[in-house]
């Protein structure tokens, strides 16, 4: 039902922070950050303990079967992962600080092939309340991120900064972001912090509302690429910056605690228009990746992005996997001997003047209550370990 449109709008879930001083925000869907003189490198820094923390959830990508049987199976087990979030800005800077809890740390070793900790930060290329937020996932083809990625190294400093537009898109750029990584034996937590210019020729980050996303790996169970948490969405209020608070109540739609609909009608139609194609909860029928997996939706896209991706699938579009995953046993094969992509696995078609279409109906006969009652069912399915992982993807679908 959800289409490639995984485009996740600004949410939050808040709760107390952990393991420093600071007035700790009510739960909300925003963060506010704090203006400063200059932003800190180390985390110990008084300067962070000032920024209003909050504890934020992330849930393993679970959109497209990765590919790795172990790490597929590993994710019936795994349920939300947890961390704290403080932000500093100055003139001309943006800063973020993710604290997290790990119990063991884990670098990257060339030598014995150990995996590294990590953490990435990513942020939309165009900003504002008439732009749609880019998929959760790297990005999407018409709204491209920026990724800012580092990573516990045995051997080396490992930072990396991308441009990315979906799936397999990673475009390594100039690094212009001063990152730290650091583990605290005594309280087995990670600090990771991220410093940006506001604005430069890749972001325009001078706004009052500033979305961004965090990505956590955790090298004990060897995660790594698509193997990771991931936060929805959230965005940092810069009230010296004059946030747009019409946009922001906008975007808290069905956030805030109140009951948008009927989610056991929800769950209904669910069932009847949505599990051909995608899997979630007990539907697990359809193809592993003929559309996006929604185990974790509810977790990872905010209610009003749901709402609006029923009612216009296209508005975001989502880069495919890759399609060699799947082959067409039923053609022809080439000049090689190999067969062709299965179209069955592409999200959306493109015609002849470029213009991609997402492969999800729009529903037209759908109420503004039934839509509702979806939406309110689709949110509450993923926020918890997923009842059934998906199946490893096979490369002769």
């Given amino acids: 039902m959800i289409s490639s449109t995984f485009s996740v709008a600004l949410v939050l879930l808040g709760a107390n922070a952990h393991a420093r001083s600071g007035a700790a925000q009510a739960p909300d869907t925003i963060i506010d950050a704090k203006r400063a003189r200059s932003i800190p490198m180390d985390a110990a820094s008084h300067r962070w303990a000032k920024a209003p923390p909050m504890t934020v959830t992330l849930l393993r990508q679970r959109t497209v079967p990765l590919m790795d049987r172990d790490a597929n199976a590993a994710l019936d087990a795994a349920g ?155 965005a940092l209020r810069l009230e010296k910056l004059g946030p747009d608070e019409a946009y922001a109540e906008a975007l808290r739609w069905g956030e805030d605690g109140r009951v948008v609909g009927d989610a056991a009608h929800g769950r209904e139609l669910a069932g009847q228009l949505c599990a051909a194609c995608h899997r979630f909860g007990d539907k697990q029928l359809a193809p592993p990746g003929m559309a996006p997996n929604l185990s974790a939706l509810g977790g990872q896209a905010a209610a009003s992005y749901i709402r609006d991706s029923i009612a216009e699938p296209s508005r975001v579009v989502v880069r495919n996997p890759n399609q060699n995953r799947h082959y067409n046993l039923q053609a022809e094969r080439d000049s090689r001997g190999g067969f062709p992509a299965n179209p069955m696995y592409a999200w959306f078609t493109v015609d002849d003047d470029g213009v991609r279409t997402s492969k999800m109906p729009t529903y037209g006969h759908l109420s503004e209550s039934d839509v509702d009652d979806i939406v309110s069912f689709l949110k509450s399915i993923g926020t918890g370990a997923p009842p059934v992982s998906p199946d490893p993807p096979r490369g002769t679908q």
Avoid: C
């Fill in 80 to 234: 939300p992962r947890s961390a704290t979030i403080r932000a500093l800005y100055t003139a001309d800077t943006i800063g973020v600080m993710v604290e997290w809890e790990d119990a063991s740390m884990n670098e990257l070793q060339l030598v014995d092939s150990g995996f590294g900790d990590a953490a990435a930060i990513s942020f939309p290329t165009v900003i504002g309340p008439d732009v749609a937020l880019p998929y959760i996932g790297m990005g999407d083809i018409e709204h491209p991120v920026v990724i800012s990625l580092k990573r516990a190294n045995a051997d080396d400093v490992y930072e990396r900064q991308f441009i990315a537009a979906g799936f397999g898109s990673l475009m390594p750029i100039d690094i212009n972001t001063s990152m730290s990584l650091s583990y605290s034996e005594d309280e087995q937590t990670w600090s990771a912090i991220f410093v940006r210019p506001m604005t430069d020729h890749n972001a325009d980050l001078s706004h009052g509302l500033v979305p961004f996303s965090i990505a956590l790996w955790d090298g004990a169970g060897h995660e790594r690429g698509g193997y990771k948490s991931v936060m929805r969405w959230h």
